[in-house]
């Protein structure tokens, strides 16, 4: 097996699990350990590609031997192998964290098979080369985080379906339609291909329209403003392991494609988007960041907080030097595994107040000092407080910043990181630190005082790995960022994704 054949199996591993899993319908033990043991073959996967891509350079696989831009190509860039990689490891913890948190009824409505399918959809969207598969792969995971927000049928979980699910097809719609316009004009939607030729193409105010086309519909998908109204009405409404994975990775997705499109594909048209995206993106920090300080519901609070660090991403992004772009993948690294985190601890917090009413919760550290301890890890690191991963982030983008001259907008990501520091310590005084408004704590089946020692253990040990990840990347930081300044520097050197994909024909 050669090694650019590495790059299928993070498609197919959970493709193969999944369907696997549908001959145990009756048995959820047996669909829990397979999904368990292929997250575990998954980590392990991307790590081997993530080594292999280092040392190797950009990795490809053209899929049934036909070459490309005629078949259908597998590519992983620096950029590509770290989202995977990041993902796999979110997607293990939460594994992990269902085992203790979902109910029968959900498992047995085969919750497991849907959540390998999402994870199949979101490697398949880092992993593909061709802009029509990128579109196919966006369905993957809309179908299947459809039905896993929905899965239990309660009235406020399909009142948010609807809602994500309407914005969601409209997106595609939408992407549907420029990824036409774009083969019409170019002949091709193999990235690489297009990547060579859209810079000659006479219908340069065509292709400026498509360019904004696949901007609104990254832009939903990834919730920028005005788009992201869609997310925090619904993120907070599936159980807490789904909204997790939700949380960290699937607006994720529409910030890769972003950047890959704008660094990659439409790298001729980057002047005239980095200034609306400059502009989106101060706007995605603050509306985010408000919409978040006005919340009492923790779930909803920390939903607005997905579309507020979105925000620093697309600055990133728009700033587009090497070191802005370098900052904007360290963000959304330190972002995918601190947002997921808070979400876990937010189910935590749930068990025990039987709430997300911050104002009905409360005496949380008193009773359970170490969960407050693992609480204020992803909080501080969210805030950017130092050493953790999220100050150098936020330094790294700031600097970028201003550095580009950028002096409005980064003095609102400064903003918006006082008041996301703020926010967090609503979270900590509601939550934490005050006594708790009732006598007693909730007790019956679903409490966490009813909760047996393995389901603590399933509970807690995601958290304290994320937790600890936090703190490694920040003490650690200067190998993270060598790898993220590698791949900015890969990503605006177009020739070096378009050479091992396409060769040196003309």
């Known amino acids: 097996m050669s090694v650019s054949q590495i790059i299928i199996f993070p498609i197919l591993l959970p493709l193969a699990s999944a369907i696997a899993m549908l001959f145990f319908r009756r048995s959820v033990m047996v669909q829990r350990i397979i999904s368990l043991l292929t997250s575990f ?15 190797e350079g950009v990795l ?3 899929v049934g031997g036909w070459a490309a831009p005629f078949g259908i190509t597998l590519a992983a860039d620096l950029l ?10 979110i997607g293990l913890t939460t594994v992990i964290y269902s085992f203790a948190v979902i109910d029968s009824e959900r498992e047995r409505f085969f919750y497991y098979p849907l959540f390998q399918m999402l994870m199949m959809g979101i490697n398949g969207a880092f992993l593909t080369g061709d802009v029509f598969n990128l579109y196919v792969w966006f369905e993957v995971m809309l179908i299947s ?41 170019a002949g091709t939607l193999n990235m690489a291909e297009l990547a060579r030729i859209t810079p000659d193409l006479a219908q340069k105010e065509l292709l ?10 990254f832009g939903i998908k990834a919730a920028v403003f005005p788009l992201f109204f869609w997310l925090p009405a619904s993120y907070h409404t599936p159980p807490v392991a789904v909204a997790a994975i939700f949380a960290g990775l699937l607006t994720k997705v529409g910030v890769y494609a972003l950047i890959r499109f704008f660094t990659t594909v439409f790298s001729h048209e980057a002047v005239f988007i980095n200034e609306v995206l400059l502009v989106g ?4 920090m603050l509306s985010g960041v408000l919409g978040a300080v006005a919340q009492y519901d923790l779930r909803k609070l920390l939903s607005f907080h997905i579309v507020s660090q979105i925000g620093y991403m697309i600055f990133g992004l728009a700033v587009h030097s090497p070191l802005a772009i370098a900052g904007a993948l360290i963000y959304i690294v330190h972002n995918i595994i601190a947002k997921t985190n808070l979400f876990y601890i937010s189910g935590i917090i749930e068990r025990i107040c039987s709430t997300c009413d911050l104002k009905k919760t409360g005496g949380v550290y008193a009773r359970y000092p170490v969960i407050g301890i693992l609480f204020l890890i992803p909080a501080l690191g969210l805030a950017g407080i130092p050493p953790l991963s999220g100050f150098w982030a936020k330094f790294v983008v700031i600097k970028a910043g201003f550095e580009a001259g950028e002096y409005v907008v980064t003095g609102i990501a400064v903003l918006v990181s006082l008041l996301t520091l703020f926010s967090m310590m609503k979270i900590w005084n509601e939550a934490f ?9 909730a007790a019956g089946e679903n409490s966490y005082d009813s909760m047996g020692i393995g389901q603590r253990v399933l509970l807690f040990s995601p958290v304290v790995a994320l937790a600890l990840l936090t703190v490694l990347l920040g003490v650690f930081f200067e190998p993270v960022f060598r790898l993220a300044e590698s791949a900015a520097l890969q990503l605006l050197d177009t020739e070096a994704y378009i050479v091992p994909i396409l060769g040196g024909k003309e």
């Open 80 to 89: 590509s192998a770290v989202m995977v990689a990041v993902s796999a490891l």
């Open 60 to 62: 490809t696989l053209q």
């Open 433 to 441: 630190w005050k006594d708790m408004p009732r006598k007693d704590y």
């Open 208 to 217: 400026a329209v498509v360019s904004v086309l696949f901007m609104i519909t």
């Open 281 to 284: 993106s101060a706007l995605t």
């Open 41 to 55: 073959l998954l980590l392990t996967a991307a790590g081997v590609l993530l080594s292999a891509v280092i040392s």
């Open 145 to 185: 985080s459809f039905v896993l927000l929905v899965l239990g049928g309660t009235p406020v979980q399909l009142e948010g379906a609807i809602k994500y699910v309407t914005i969601n097809l409209l997106s595609s719609s939408v992407f549907l339609a420029a990824s036409g316009i774009l083969y019409g004009i």
